[in-house]
Nanobody, 122 residues
């Protein structure tokens, strides 16, 4: 059983950088051919794919967020992280990490974290 758990601050000030960590247990983030993914859902809106880091370490980003988004990993801790810079209140959302068993359009996921609420407010 794979488990993903998001962690990080629940409140971020405008213009600052949102940073979240996803801790993975029950499976290695370096195992082919999984993609480790960040997804968010603003209040009252649908899910938005933000980006992913592949088992190989390659990264992929949503075009709308690419300029502000960075995904990285720490294989020794079996964790991957999200950094979203220059945040505004429109970045307020529930943020999820998830595992995709392969590459597809749209992406499909077999395991999800429970999500963590992040509010951007001064």
């Amino acid at each position: 059983q794979v488990r993903l758990q998001e962690s990080g601050p629940g409140l971020v000030k405008p213009s600052q950088t949102l940073s979240l960590t996803c801790t993975v247990s029950g499976g290695s983030i370096t195992t082919p051919y999984y993609f480790w993914t960040w997804i968010r859902q603003p209040p009252g809106k649908g899910l938005e794919w933000m980006g992913a880091i592949a088992y190989s370490g390659s990264t992929y980003y949503s075009p709308s967020l690419k300029s502000r988004t960075s995904i990285s990993r720490d294989t020794s801790k079996n964790q991957f992280t999200l950094q979203l810079s220059s945040v505004t209140p429109e970045d307020t959302a529930a943020y999820y990490c998830a595992r995709a068993p392969g590459w597809s359009i749209p992406m499909e996921y077999d395991y999800w974290g429970q999500g963590t609420q992040v509010t951007v407010s001064s």
